[in-house]
């Protein structure tokens, strides 16, 4: 069975520029979610898509970040424009919807360098 | 919001010596599970600690709660090189997990 992949695995763009990260969560995985590590900080929750409903997206930063999920599948992660204190490592994780555990199964992340 | 701390942020150790690394969070929660991150790779899920006094093995490491004074430990037994990584600990609140800062560990031969 396949995990959860991200891509880019990493990225660099200019403060201004626009970027698009995408996670592939694991199949039939309905829960997909989505955080950030700044460096050197712990890993912050950004938001959670129930299929393709925006269950929880109180921890977005800003208007400048913009998820989704269009059909339950995929999801990306959209910045723009991107800013210095956006670079940081962007994790997406998936669980399947009804589990006691909730256990989160996580991608290698995307680390975004905003130059 | 809940506070997660974790420390130390950097462990170097060498192999054969035991070490602990603590997490300590801020409010009422039973779910709390550990983490470990391999360079470049996805977090991997070490272990899942669901009521107070749990206490957990996987070969060298031991991890336990203490939901009362709202602490776990993960504890390293005669470390070897392998375990080099960085470990989580995370918080489940029922809707989102809050980590702590992780702890880089190096075992030195």
């Known amino acids: 069975e396949a995990g959860v992949t991200q891509f880019p695995s990493h990225s660099v763009i200019e403060k201004g520029q626009t970027v698009t990260l995408r996670c592939d969560p694991i199949s039939g995985h309905d829960n997909l979610y989505w955080y950030r590590r700044v460096m050197g900080k712990e890993i912050k929750f950004l938001l959670h898509?129930?299929?393709?409903?925006?269950?929880?997206e109180s921890g977005m930063p800003n208007n400048r970040f913009l998820a989704e999920r269009t059909g339950g599948t995929y999801s990306t992660l959209k910045v723009q424009p991107a800013e210095l204190e956006d670079s940081g490592v962007y994790f997406c994780?998936?669980?399947?919807?009804?589990?006691?555990?909730?256990?989160?199964?996580f991608g290698p992340g995307t680390r975004l360098t905003v130059t | 919001e809940l506070k997660v701390e974790q420390n130390p942020l950097f462990l170097s150790m060498q192999e054969g010596k035991n070490y602990t690394i603590y997490c300590n969070y801020s409010?009422?929660?039973?779910?709390l599970y550990w983490y470990r991150q391999d360079p470049g790779k996805s977090l991997e899920s070490l272990f899942v600690?669901?009521?107070?006094?749990a206490v957990k093995q996987e070969g060298r490491l031991m991890a336990s709660l203490d939901t009362k004074a709202r602490l776990s430990t993960l504890h390293i037994t005669a470390a070897v090189h392998d375990l080099s990584a960085t470990y989580f600990c995370?918080?489940?609140?029922?809707?989102?997990?809050?980590f702590g800062t992780g702890t880089s560990l190096t075992v030195i031969p």
């Open positions: 995370a918080v489940w609140t029922g809707n989102q997990f809050y």
């Open positions: 898509f129930v299929k393709e409903s925006k269950q929880d």
């Open positions: 600690l669901l009521s107070n006094g």
């Open positions: 409010t009422t929660s039973d779910r």
């Open positions: 994780a998936s669980s399947q919807v009804g589990r006691v555990f909730n256990e989160q199964y």
